[in-house]
């Protein structure tokens, strides 16, 4: 199993990135994809989910209205888009499987895309 995220960067507040998640080694259709972030001295947190379909998202409450998941099963990956960056978002995003909605992450982490928004 691969997970490779990309797209992450240094943004101004205020601005956008959309971050990808390429998966590999699953059956990725299956699977509910989620991502999470750590920033630094903090735990881990989940920020989105979404289900195998698409036809389902969740994000958390201190992104609502801000970051939008997705994915496209032909290709294996999953999005996040993230628009009105704050200070506070900054972090390391991962991404991961789920087997269901409220389950843990199924497999070891990739490497991440660091997120850092600053002026």
């Known amino acids: 199993v691969q997970l490779v995220e990309s797209g992450g960067g240094l943004v101004q507040p205020g601005g956008s990135l959309r971050l990808s998640c390429a998966a590999s080694?699953?059956?990725?259709?299956?699977?509910?994809m989620s991502w999470y972030r750590q920033a630094p001295g903090k735990e881990r947190e989940l920020v989105a989910t979404?289900?195998?379909?698409?036809?389902?998202?969740y994000v958390r409450d201190s992104v609502k209205g801000r970051f939008t998941i997705s994915r496209d099963n032909a290709k294996t990956t999953v999005y996040l888009k993230m628009n009105s960056l704050k200070p506070e978002d900054t972090a390391v995003y991962y991404c991961?499987?789920?087997?269901?909605?409220?389950?843990?992450?199924?497999?070891?982490w990739g490497l991440g895309t660091q997120v850092t928004v600053s002026s």
């Open positions: 991961n499987a789920k087997l269901s909605w409220n389950a843990g992450p199924m497999y070891s």
């Open positions: 080694g699953f059956t990725f259709s299956r699977y509910i």
């Open positions: 979404i289900s195998s379909t698409g036809g389902s998202t």
